[in-house]
């Protein structure tokens, strides 16, 4: 059983950065693939916006997010990030890590993954 606690959430303005941590516990962090998903306000879709592999050597963004957003992690800190540069007021949501038992998956669909986080609030101020 994997636990996953984000932070570095916040309130920031249009152009601004935010770098997100998901730290997990209670698994063999490397073993599990990672992404990070979205969800904009109540009867919102929760969305795709970034994977990446166990050993972290592949990655996958949703369009709305390439070129602004890296996903990145430490298997020696058993970290997760999300570095969020140019940010845009249709970012704001709140932020979901999740672990996939597949550790080669870059999976977009939530249904996917296995194990959720409780999730850190981003609002971009115009």
């Known amino acids: 059983q994997v636990q996953l606690v984000e932070s570095g959430g916040g309130l920031v303005q249009a152009g601004g950065s935010l770098r997100l941590s998901c730290a997990a516990s209670?698994?063999?962090?490397?073993?599990?693939?990672m992404g990070w998903f979205r969800q904009a306000p109540p009867g919102k879709e929760r969305e795709f916006v970034a994977?990446?592999?166990?050993?972290?050597?592949?990655?996958d963004y949703a369009d709305s997010v390439k070129g602004r957003f890296t996903i990145s992690r430490d298997n020696a800190k058993n970290t997760m990030y999300l570095q969020m540069n140019s940010l845009k007021p249709e970012d704001t949501a709140v932020y979901y890590c999740?672990?996939?038992?597949?550790?080669?998956?870059?999976?977009?669909?939530?249904?996917?993954?296995?194990?959720w986080g409780q999730g850190t609030q981003v609002t971009v101020s115009s």
């Open positions: 994977a990446i592999t166990g050993s972290g050597m592949s990655t």
């Open positions: 209670g698994g063999t962090f490397r073993r599990y693939s």
């Open positions: 999740a672990a996939d038992n597949n550790v080669v998956s870059l999976a977009r669909s939530r249904y996917e993954y296995d194990y």
